[in-house]
């Protein structure tokens, strides 16, 4: 079992910047894929980025790139989503989520709010 706690979320004004945490903890992460998801209200979970927890190897949706930064700190076993220019339609409840080759583990969510 992975348990995974979001953090960070808030309210900002459109162009800002927030940065998200993901901490982790139940096991050794080796092996293991780390992604950031994101709802909005009315729409279906959409994948934002991951990133593999030994390589660091990044991958981004398109509405990500550019913007988002996915990186991961082996000290505190924790996974950050830094995100910069933010726009109104990035207002939504992300996701953190963990597995090998699906994402199994979920954490609870953190909400955040992009005011125009």
């Known amino acids: 079992q992975v348990q995974l706690v979001e953090s960070g979320g808030g309210l900002v004004q459109a162009g800002g910047s927030l940065r998200l945490s993901c901490a982790a903890s139940?096991?050794?992460?080796?092996?293991?894929?780390l992604g950031w998801f994101r709802q909005a209200p009315g729409k279906e979970r959409e994948f934002v980025g991951s990133?593999?927890?030994?390589?660091?190897?990044?991958y981004y949706a398109d509405s990500a790139k550019g913007r988002f930064t996915i990186s991961r700190d082996y000290a505190t076993n924790t996974v950050s989503l830094q995100m910069n220019s933010l726009k109104p339609e990035d207002t939504a409840v992300y996701y953190c989520?963990?597995?090998?080759?699906?994402?199994?583990?979920w954490g609870q969510g953190t909400q955040v709010t992009v005011s125009s």
């Open positions: 139940g096991r050794t992460l080796t092996s293991y894929v």
């Open positions: 990133i593999t927890w030994s390589g660091g190897i990044t």
């Open positions: 989520a963990s597995g090998l080759s699906r994402f199994n583990y």
